[in-house]
Nanobody
């Protein structure tokens, strides 16, 4: 069974940057679509960014031009570079993977999930 583990969260001031990492284990994820989701207190989980197995990328409107998703199949990993962070980016960020072969903008088809990493942006 495959597993995903996030790292790289923390506390940062508004305008700062963080890079989240998600390491896969137990199986290779090179043919899987991978994505980042987040959930803020009292809010529903939302899609942040996704990358197909062919490295096509998708972004939520709220993070487009600030966040960049990338993958390294040799390391079985996916990354989220977050720049120009805002207090409203504060949330627990989750990595997910699934055999999704169309546009990647929701949790549909995602069947592997990490435990999450906290990102807090202070104003």
């Amino acid at each position: 069974q495959g597993q995903l583990a996030e790292s790289g969260g923390g506390l940062v001031q508004a305008g700062g940057s963080l890079r989240l990492s998600c390491a896969g284990s137990g199986r290779t994820f090179d043919t899987y679509a991978m994505a980042w989701f987040r959930q803020a207190p009292g809010k529903e989980r939302e899609f942040v960014a996704g990358i197909s197995w062919t490295s096509t990328t998708y972004y939520a409107y709220s993070v487009k031009d600030r966040f960049t998703i990338s993958r390294d199949n040799a390391k079985n990993a996916v990354y989220l570079q977050m720049n120009s962070l805002k207090p409203e980016d504060t949330a627990v960020y989750y990595c997910a993977a699934g055999l999704v072969f169309g546009p990647l903008t929701s949790a549909t088809g995602m069947n592997y999930w990490g435990q999450g990493t906290q990102v807090t942006v202070s104003s």
